[in-house]
């Protein structure tokens, strides 16, 4: 069975500093992916980063990159130089890979305030 | 369409009544997912459907949640005999359903049971 661990329901940061935003995940399966979601006040669900299982880095996107720890099951979101509209609730979330069967489920989440 | 889509944005019913939700998924996805997001709450998983195979309705939490899916295109989450404690967003997401890809949402139905 599949599960995604975000132990902060809240985060705080200041404006133009680095956040790290928790998520450890549980699986059987040997290949995986991982996802974070930002959703703002807004509701609308946008799309961060990605990092599959077998990668060899760590993903990155711009602002974001996903510290992926595997042997410790975890799957970090870093956004460095925050910025005011990053304030949004976070979601990490896991598929799996194996014979086209791709369910995704999510974490509880984390939201993040960013203060000026 | 160039997302996905969902009817009606939002809906206010009457405890038992019954509701049906639409979702327009991205045209050539294969993979659906049905989501229930309580206030200030994460995302629940109800149902997933992958092309021809059976759906996995792991997540419906009772007998009275159903959902259907056409093919390849537009899905239907049905919920019976409503109760308060429906009231929710319930947001549908489409993706590709090969291998390592995201997945796209809709702007969700807020249900509002009174």
């Known amino acids: 069975a599949q599960k995604i661990t975000q132990t902060q329901p809240g985060m705080f940061v200041q404006e133009k500093e680095a956040v790290t935003l928790d998520c450890t995940y549980d699986?059987?399966?040997?290949?995986?992916?991982l996802f974070w979601y930002k959703q703002p006040s807004s509701g609308e669900m946008i799309f961060l980063i990605y990092q599959g299982s077998y990668d060899q880095q760590n993903a990155t996107e711009g602002r974001y990159s996903l510290n992926f720890q595997k042997a410790r099951k975890s799957a970090n979101l870093v956004i460095s130089a925050s910025q005011l509209g990053d304030s949004a609730m976070y979601f990490c979330?896991?598929?799996?890979?194996?014979?086209?069967?791709?369910?995704?489920?999510f974490g509880a989440g984390t939201r993040l305030a960013v203060h000026p | 369409g160039a997302g996905v889509s969902q009817s009606p944005s939002n809906k206010v019913t009457e405890k038992g009544k019954d509701v049906e939700l639409r979702c327009d998924p991205i045209s050539g996805h294969t993979a659906l997912y049905w989501y229930r997001q309580r206030l200030g709450q994460g995302l629940e998983f109800l149902i997933y459907?992958?092309?021809?195979?059976?759906?996995?309705k792991s997540g419906l939490p009772s007998d009275r949640f159903s959902a259907e899916r056409t093919g390849e295109s537009v899905s239907t989450l049905t919920i019976q005999r409503t109760q308060q404690e429906d009231s929710a967003v319930y947001l549908c997401a489409s993706s590709l359903g090969q291998g390592p890809d995201e997945a796209f949402f809709g702007q969700g139905t807020r249900l509002t049971v009174v």
């Open positions: 979330a896991m598929s799996p890979l194996s014979g086209g069967y791709n369910k995704l489920i």
């Open positions: 699986t059987s399966d040997p290949s995986y992916g």
């Open positions: 459907f992958q092309g021809n195979s059976a759906p996995d």
